[in-house]
């Protein structure tokens, strides 16, 4: 387990390039948690960019599922039963075979049992500081 502290949006943006780097060929799977605010956007839109500089990845709180260039994003924030396991993990396999794939709120909801991915936990500390956690799943 690594662990950074970020003290602004600069900093997670330069851990999220450090983290995805070093994790790139090793993981397709990217799952961020965190609390709203904490910074999993920010994160999530760093790697997006490392993947395709033309990704302009966005908060989707909104939406379950958004596709970039080589990456999708899915944000299970408000997900409840839009979603059923079957349809979820039939998803994910295909995405996982056209390329990255970041799920933030991953924790939030149980039914899915995630394999083989890098978990990205990133608590708020104080207004502007952050503790990224990085865990190997």
């Given amino acids: 387990m690594n662990k950074f502290i970020s003290k602004s949006e600069f ?9 995805f780097s070093f994790y790139k060929d090793k993981y397709k799977l990217f799952v961020i ?37 080589n990456l999708a994003h899915y944000d299970l924030y408000l997900l409840e039963d839009k979603i059923s396991t079957p349809e979820f993990y039939s ?8 390329g990255y794939v970041i799920i933030e709120w991953a924790n939030i909801i149980k039914k899915f049992k995630l394999k083989n991915y890098l978990e990205i936990n990133i608590d708020i500390k104080d207004e502007k500081t952050r503790l990224i956690t990085v865990k190997e799943k």
């Fill in 33 to 69: 948690n965190g609390n709203i605010s904490a910074g999993k956007t920010v994160f999530s839109q760093q790697i997006a960019k490392l993947i395709d500089k033309n990704n302009k990845l966005t908060s989707s709180s909104f939406t379950v599922k958004t596709n970039y260039n």
């Fill in 91 to 98: 998803l994910l396999n295909e995405d996982l075979e056209n």
């Fill in 11 to 19: 900093e997670t943006k330069a851990i999220a390039k450090e983290i």
